[in-house]
């Protein structure tokens, strides 16, 4: 079966912060098969708000930013143990200073069932990370030290090279309803001269049903590669996909 090579023509759902309405999905959408990589096919689409550009990369584009990124994650996962199916995190808030995550029971019923683990931290940004396991579904949580404000994300974040940055994939795509791409963030201090809490705020949100997300590096401050799939071709092979179903696309913003 031949493979599909995306041209991803779409508008994506953007937003500067969780309120934003979304942008309606393009009504084109396309695949080219293998003969258009002959032709050298380098054609990228922006969103209508013109904050990104999505263009087509390459397998050695992905590898290479891999082979060159460094995560700053402070993996301190045994200074922060659970306790009574709960976990506790300090912050600096006198009125009320632990900011708590509760297992439930193991008498819920499924829907219900929910479970955090304490992943480690960004010293840079001063953020606790937790992850949250529901009944299909999944998060984290971005917990600021000082104010103990939670931030939700669709799965856990990784830190631009110049740490002004998030990102994030969603879930594993195949559940019903979830949200299905990427989305990025900006970190930027509350107040000017870098003084306060550092806020983490919405800066793209692409949400839709063209291609599926399996992984993503930062390749700069101000670009992502990202390792995909088609979604056509997910469900043709019903699932069972190999090195070759993978694409690569490379998203840029300002």
């Keep these: 079966m031949r493979q599909h090579l995306l041209l991803f023509l ?6 500067c912060n969780k309120s934003s309405d979304s942008l309606p999905e393009s009504p084109e959408s396309k695949s080219v098969r293998e003969e258009a990589v002959d032709k050298k096919v380098t054609e990228s689409r922006s969103n ?53 995550f509760t297992d439930t029971l193991l008498d819920t019923d499924d829907d219900a069932i929910r479970e955090y683990q304490y992943l480690g931290q960004y010293k840079e940004l001063d953020k606790y990370l937790v992850s949250g396991s529901f009944w299909e579904h999944f998060e984290c949580y971005a917990v600021d030290k000082e104010t103990g404000q939670i931030t939700t994300f669709w799965n856990c974040p990784t830190i631009s090279p110049d740490k002004k940055m998030l990102a994030n994939l969603s879930m594993a795509y195949g559940l019903e309803g979830v949200p299905n791409g990427i989305q990025v963030w900006k970190v930027e201090h509350e107040y000017q001269n870098q003084q306060g809490p550092i806020a983490i705020s919405k800066f793209i949100e692409i949400d839709q049903q063209v291609w599926a997300p399996d992984d993503f590096v930062w390749k700069s401050p101000s670009s992502i590669i990202l390792q995909v799939f088609s979604i056509e071709t997910f469900w043709e092979k019903q699932g069972d996909l190999t090195e070759d179903d993978f694409q690569y696309l490379r998203l840029k913003f300002n």
Excluded: H
């Design 48 to 100: 209508a708000l013109g904050l990104f550009l999505m263009e087509l990369a390459t397998k050695e584009d992905f590898q290479d930013a891999k082979n060159l990124f460094q995560d700053s994650f402070l993996q301190d996962t045994q200074q922060v143990r659970k306790v009574d199916s709960a976990i506790r995190l300090k912050t600096k808030r006198g009125w009320n200073p632990y900011v708590v």
């Design 10 to 15: 779409f508008l994506f759902f953007t937003s």
